[in-house]
């Protein structure tokens, strides 16, 4: 069975850091593209940021460039996403996924989902 299950999140101040941890098991992820995405309320899912399981390359939305990295320790079987200079429009529930579909940008090209970590940023 797989899992994908988040931690890290929490209530930061404008300009703050936050670094998330996405622990993966239940199969093997080889050739899976890990992702973030995140949900604030009453909007769409959206796509934060990407990295190939097996070569580490890695895909931002324009929205998080230069602030957000991500990144994975394979001997871990773990995805982090390293937050910093957080503003109060990051506030959303952080979902990691993993699909090997190819680069999606879109929710719905994931096949499995962690139950989400909330982060909330305050001015």
């Known amino acids: 069975q797989v899992q994908l299950v988040e931690s890290g999140g929490g209530s930061v101040q404008t300009g703050g850091s936050l670094r998330l941890s996405c622990v993966a098991s239940g199969r093997t992820f080889s050739g899976y593209l890990m992702a973030w995405f995140r949900q604030a309320p009453g909007k769409e899912r959206e796509f934060v940021a990407a990295?190939?399981?097996?070569?580490?390359?890695?895909y931002d939305a324009d929205s998080v460039k230069g602030r957000f990295t991500i990144s994975r320790d394979n001997s871990k079987n773990t995805v982090y996403l390293q937050m910093n200079s957080l503003k109060p429009e990051d506030t959303a529930v952080y979902y990691c996924a993993a699909g090997i579909n190819g680069v999606q940008v879109v929710a719905s090209g994931y096949d499995y989902w962690g139950q989400g970590t909330q982060v909330t940023v305050s001015s």
């Open positions: 990295i190939y399981w097996d070569s580490g390359r890695t």
